[in-house]
T-cell receptor, first 114, second 113 residues
């Protein structure tokens, strides 16, 4: 257990559905991240929040909408997704005191878009 | 644009063998390099972090080296065990205000009992 919890573990949704992924960290960190992991491709950084403020939006389509209500919680709201959005979505957190802080990852949400 | 490459993509070895995983990156202006382990369907576990000013880091049977000028890192696993079977990912941290990691595609390791 890394201290970063993601729910749900698995999600199947149709292209017209709206769903949300949740991430919670119990490590006292002030930065949280969403990564996308597709088959045969490197992990792609999607969003970064530092002190609850979005500091990075890595050219992610608007059908993905992040929300960080406090430093312990991070959401990814999904709507009108495409089949190519099927992937493992990983949340991570870290401290912000220095640049050599390690990232701690959750177990991910395996998303399938039908 | 920073690109991270890992060779080989897959590796199968008998138990007890020492092995080396390779990682290369195109831009030597990095803050650190990290090695992660990922078990099937799971998240990533941080193994080692080497700061840009360091040459190597060790943790148990794992030793990671960094040659920033040539854009290379190796992860050495001594006396491999079946429990070491997983995907190993390396990632470099680029400059900027937050800890943004650029990942390679990983090496899938299978240690045969």
């Amino acid at each position: 257990e890394t201290g970063v919890t993601q729910t749900p573990r698995h999600l199947v949704m149709g292209m017209t559905n709206k769903k949300s992924l949740k991430c919670e960290q119990h490590l006292g960190h002030n930065a949280m991240y969403w990564y996308k992991q597709s088959a045969k491709k490197p992990l792609e950084l999607m969003f970064v929040y530092s002190l609850e403020e979005r500091v990075e939006n890595n050219s992610v389509p608007s059908r993905f909408s992040p929300e960080c209500p406090n430093s312990s919680h991070l959401f990814l709201h999904l709507h009108t997704l495409q089949p190519e959005d099927s992937a493992l979505y990983l949340c991570a957190s870290s401290g912000i005191q220095e640049l050599n802080e390690k990232l701690f990852f959750g177990s991910g949400t395996q998303l399938s878009v039908l | 644009k920073q690109e991270v490459t890992q060779i080989p993509a897959a590796l199968s070895v008998p138990e007890g063998e020492n092995l080396v995983l390779n990682c290369s990156f195109t831009d030597s202006a990095i803050y650190n390099l990290q090695w992660f382990r990922q078990d099937p369907g799971k998240g990533l576990t941080s193994l080692l972090l080497i700061q840009s000013s360091q040459r190597e880091q060790t943790s148990g049977r794992l030793n990671a080296s960094l040659d920033k000028s040539s854009g290379r890192s190796t992860l050495y696993i001594a006396a491999s065990q079946p429990g070491d079977s997983a995907t190993y990912l390396c990632a470099v941290m680029r400059g900027g205000a937050t800890n943004k990691l650029i990942f390679g595609t990983g090496t899938l390791l299978a240690v045969q009992p």
